[in-house]
Nanobody, 124 residues
Framework: QVQLVESGGGSVQAGGSLRLSCLAS?????MAWFRQGPGKEREAVAG???????????NYADSVKGRFTISKDFAKNTLYLQMNSLKPEDTAMYYC?????????????????WGQGTQVTVSS
């Protein structure tokens, strides 16, 4: 059974950094980070996929490019999201997702597995 467990959220001031982690038990495929701010729809933040020849491809939402970095420790089966230069508009519940349908883009909401979320609050 696949389980995704996020950690690393918290409260920081604008300009600060946080690193989110997602331990993926029982899963080794495509993964992504999403977020849902107050009164907003859930949106894709960053995605990562490794190809059969071990090439790793990452994707980012325009709003986080240059500030956030997604990575995965394949040995530990742990997904990370390094968030730098945080802004108040980054305040949201952040979710780890896994199991993207093969023909969907990385931004799809149709991931099969979701974590419980970890709260990130950025104050100005």
């Amino acid at each position: 059974q696949v389980q995704l467990v996020e950690s690393g959220g918290g409260s920081v001031q604008a300009g600060g950094s946080l690193r989110l982690s997602c331990l993926a038990s029982g899963y080794t495929g495509t993964m992504a980070w999403f977020r849902q701010g107050p009164g907003k729809e859930r949106e894709a933040v960053a995605g990562i996929v490794s190809s059969i020849d071990s090439m790793v491809t990452t994707n980012y939402a325009d709003s986080v490019k240059g500030r956030f970095t997604i990575s995965k420790d394949f040995a530990k089966n742990t997904l990370y999201l390094q968030m730098n230069s945080l802004k108040p508009e980054d305040t949201a519940m952040y979710y780890c997702a896994a199991g993207r349908p093969l023909l969907d883009t990385w931004r799809t909401l149709r991931y099969r597995y979701w974590g419980q979320g970890t709260q990130v609050t950025v104050s100005s």
